[in-house]
């Protein structure tokens, strides 16, 4: 009857409606990312992880383990290594029982803790010299030392307000000096003061 069919037309209108919105919806998604420098899935066989993009068969480190895109999906073999940066920023990693230089101390054992997250700790086999530097990590998790002034990408977590979730951030983040309430100095990295961040 008559009310039926307005009825059946009427729905169908609806899921219309609400199909254009989501497609309208999802290419605002597409535009921010691209406008953010972000990376866009464009097929099922490609891996985004964090502010990177993998094609199918694409390997790379996840701080220590080796991970590989297979499918669409991600496949991680774990591994345990203590992380650093080079001087040029880069990340290393060093296998237990050899050694390094962090950029702060002279020499670094990297041996195995069961109980880290990445199942190794440093052992300073040195004197612990004292740096004039802010300590930090990077995306990767890698520890390095930026001088006064310098502005470098760090990372950052932060507890959602309720203290359930952990928000990873890379931030833009600058040294500076502190003066410390006894009137010693210290080095901090300030990652707000007009600093940018992206949230993964």
Request: hydrophobic fraction near 30%; proline fraction near 2%; charged fraction near 25%.
């Amino acid at each position: 009857n008559q009310m039926s069919f307005k009825l059946s037309y009427y729905n169908e209108y609806k899921s219309y409606l609400r199909m254009k919105v989501l497609v309208v919806l999802s290419m605002v998604m597409v535009v921010a990312m691209v406008m953010a420098d972000l990376p866009v899935v464009t097929s099922p066989d490609q891996c985004l992880r964090g502010p990177a993009l993998y094609e199918d068969g694409g390997k790379w480190f996840e701080r220590c383990n080796l991970c590989k895109c297979k499918k669409g999906k991600v496949r991680c073999k774990k591994r345990s290594c203590c992380l650093y940066q080079s001087p040029e920023m880069e990340t290393l990693r060093a296998e237990i029982g050899s050694s390094f230089t962090d950029g702060c101390n002279n020499e670094i054992k990297c041996e195995a803790d069961p109980g880290s997250q990445d199942g190794t700790k440093w052992t300073v086999t040195e004197a612990e010299k004292s740096c004039e530097m802010c300590r930090y990590e990077n995306w990767d998790g890698a520890v390095g030392y930026a001088g006064v002034d310098a502005t470098v990408d760090a990372l950052y977590r932060s507890l959602s307000s309720d203290g359930l979730r952990t928000y990873t951030q890379e931030c833009s983040c600058k040294c500076e000096m502190m003066e410390n309430a006894d009137g010693s100095v210290g080095y901090e990295m300030n990652c707000f003061d007009g600093m940018a961040c992206i949230v993964y």
